[in-house]
């Protein structure tokens, strides 16, 4: 069985469109997508300026002596517009190597390859 539906994105291939959940709501038309990219977005930034402007790189020591950020997984859409819609993972923060932060990388990783599958 396909599973068309997630927590964040629910694919609607009846009408060439994925309807984002969780984060900028409302309808995406497969043609209108020209990228999608699996990010971190700063926690403290989620929802106060443009989606992914402040992502959360890992592997640096920079975090082993300031203590490591907070962050959400998900998915940067890049229209052929060149609009830019956010679609998270979950609404649960989460850090580097956690068993969250596996999950949502994990889901992600499958949403995305689905949506380049429809857009490609």
Do not use: W
């Amino acid at each position: 069985m396909k599973q068309n539906k997630f927590k964040c994105i629910e694919f609607d291939d009846d009408n060439n469109r994925i309807n984002i959940l969780i984060g900028d709501k409302g309808f995406v038309n497969y043609k209108d997508i020209e990228k999608v990219s699996l990010l971190n977005e700063d926690a403290k930034f989620r929802g106060k300026t443009q989606p992914f402007v402040h992502q959360v790189l890992g592997g640096t020591t920079f975090y082993t002596i300031f203590g490591e950020p907070s962050f959400y997984v998900g998915l940067k859409i890049v229209l052929k517009d060149h609009i830019i819609k956010a679609a998270y993972i979950s609404d649960r923060t989460t850090r580097f190597n956690t068993d969250i932060y596996k999950e949502d990388v994990k889901e992600g990783n499958l949403i995305k390859r689905k949506i380049e599958k429809r857009i490609s």
